[in-house]
């Protein structure tokens, strides 16, 4: 590795060879990471969209060649619709939800835990270290239709398949769960930087406990929020493994499409432009959303 | 009742907890089960035989090692080259810094599907062969990203005036990014290095996308759930966990001495 040049060399050398030098040595660090990122990154952006415009090959099945056949995005969407709808509304119930129960979690560890911050903080992202799709899978277990989470619910009449597995309750269950570090951690770190003599300011001055909270917790939070839904969202959205082990085919999301198209029908136009309409829907939902919560410092 | 309002988020936070650690129990207890039909989902009977038995399922080891040696080539990769960006990104001036930025956050805020897919198009297109190196180039990939966050944190977070005390005494630049700034920095590099391991120990969308016939550990247990997971599954998926905790545990410990001793 290149060694490191003082911060404050160039502007006691002040000469331009020396800054011309600092900046190429800049260069040769960022020039192998950046390389890699465009190369297998961003190129292949360009390479997906070429390919959700190809053509099949005539008298070839399984073939494409170069197009610019747009109604491929025509014929997949009118197809896949109810498969975009169902990832956003199973990813925004989800981040919601996540949101709902990480809050007093972050809350706790952030203002209440003292000394035992660190080890808080080590057990909500343990679980993460055994295999997400074998987390996911437990959830077949827990949710099984004789266990104790079904029956109870089906006591109290609240399902309206008298069933969680295999429904669009157990997939946004499985996304709410396997999601959740992603809301905990930055709702901590905004709720950590808060100064608890603003909270107690607000007591002082005769605000009730929960009007503290409105008024100043809270909107103090608002960039954890933002970067914990965006962090929780994404991801959910893309998602198919939890639509695949937890939901029936009336769940499946729109990753289970861009799987099946890409890996099982080999049908990469269709796959491609579905997987190009998801990124561009996200990118869409994340600005406009960033740009509503007036929040631009995400990471 | 007085009690109860003052205690409530640490009683909510505490349940939240434990919810989060339900699905492991659920993964270790079903380790020592031996399973009625094929599916392991209920509990049957006690049974140490995938304990003692660890390979005993065709394939389950292979697909395991197969994630390690793809963890550890993708996370040294990924590790050296996301390291020299975050000294780049905070030791220096350049033109292209907000670009540079932004190619780094979006591989993080873009869905795995869409990563894994672009990928497998780019790879088709070139007519390359898919398997163990196309994997791995994907892990690097998007681990690059995870461990400029990581180390640009740590970076930031260094006492300048220890850089300048070195050169105040006449270290040459070499010597003082020798001595001072790699070990102050060398933690985050860790840490960035085994959350790039778990990252891609972990992978199962992109590493499927990209794969071809190859099976690591996530796409052998895809492949198994709709057959059945066998119970060494969850034997080494609790090992791993097991591992992972006690690693960061025992790093927990030692930052704490570190801290405790430089106080003293």
């Known amino acids: ?299 | 009742m007085r009690w109860l309002g003052r205690n409530l988020v640490g009683i909510i936070g505490i349940a939240v907890l434990v919810y989060l650690f339900v699905p492991i129990a659920v993964i270790i207890a079903l380790s020592f089960n031996k399973p009625e039909g094929k599916f392991n989902l209920a509990w049957n009977q006690f049974s140490l035989n995938a304990w003692t038995n660890l390979c005993g399922v065709p394939g389950v080891c292979d697909s395991f090692l197969v994630s390690i040696q793809i963890g550890i080539i993708s996370t040294l990769a990924a590790t050296v080259l996301g390291t020299m960006i975050a000294f780049a990104l905070v030791r220096y001036r350049f033109r292209g810094r907000s670009s540079t930025n932004l190619l780094i956050f979006l591989p993080m805020a873009t869905p795995e599907v869409v990563m894994g897919s672009s990928l497998l198009a780019l790879f088709l297109n070139l007519r390359f062969p898919l398997g163990a190196v196309t994997v791995a180039i994907a892990h690097i990939m998007f681990i690059i990203s995870f461990v400029v966050v990581t180390v640009k944190a740590r970076l930031q977070g260094m006492d300048p005036r220890l850089e300048e005390a070195a050169r105040d005494l006449y270290a040459s630049p070499r010597a003082t990014f020798r001595y001072v700034t790699f070990p102050l920095v060398l933690p985050g590099i860790i840490g960035a290095a085994l959350l790039g391991f778990s990252l891609s120990f972990d992978d199962f969308i992109i590493s499927f996308f990209n794969a071809g016939t190859l099976v690591t550990f996530p796409i052998f247990i895809w492949g198994a759930a709709q057959r059945g997971i066998p119970p060494q599954v969850n034997a080494l998926a609790t090992i791993v966990f097991l591992v992972a905790l006690a690693v960061v545990l025992i790093g927990q410990v030692i930052s704490y001495r570190k801290r405790k001793a430089l106080q003293a």
């Open chain 1, 1 to 299: 590795m290149a060694p490191v040049l003082p911060a404050s060399a160039t502007a006691a050398a002040g000469a331009g060879a020396a800054a011309r030098r600092r900046g190429r040595t800049a260069y040769v660090l960022l020039l192998p990471g950046m390389t890699w990122l465009a190369v297998f990154f961003a190129i292949p952006f360009v390479t997906l969209f070429l390919t959700s415009l190809q053509q099949p090959v005539p008298g070839r099945s399984g073939q494409y060649m170069f197009g610019l056949e747009f109604s491929n995005y025509l014929t997949s969407m009118t197809e896949y619709w109810p498969q975009f709808v169902r990832s956003f509304v199973y990813a925004g119930i989800a981040t919601i939800l996540a949101l709902i129960i990480a809050y007093p979690l972050a809350y706790f560890i952030a203002f209440k835990a003292g000394r035992w911050r660190s080890l808080l903080l080590v057990l909500v992202i343990a679980p993460s270290f055994a295999s997400f799709l074998l987390r996911t899978y437990a959830w077949k277990t827990i949710l099984a239709d004789d266990g104790p989470i079904t029956s109870t619910l089906n006591a109290l009449h609240l399902l309206p398949d008298d069933r969680v597995l295999n429904t669009g309750i157990a997939v946004v269950a499985g996304l709410t769960y396997n999601f959740l570090p992603f809301m905990i951690l930055p709702l901590y770190a905004a709720l950590e930087k808060i100064d608890h003599r603003l909270i107690e300011a607000a007591g002082d001055l005769y605000a009730s406990a929960i009007t503290a909270f409105r008024k100043v917790t809270w909107p103090l939070s608002l960039p954890g929020v933002v970067a914990g839904t965006l962090l929780t969202f994404i991801p959910a959205a893309g998602d198919y493994i939890n639509a695949e082990l937890l939901g029936s085919t009336k769940d499946r999301m729109i990753g289970n499409a861009i799987q099946t198209n890409f890996i099982e029908f080999r049908d990469y136009p269709t796959a491609s432009a579905l997987s190009f309409v998801l990124m561009f829907a996200i990118l869409i939902l994340v600005f406009t959303y960033i740009r509503r919560a007036g929040t631009e410092e995400l990471v």
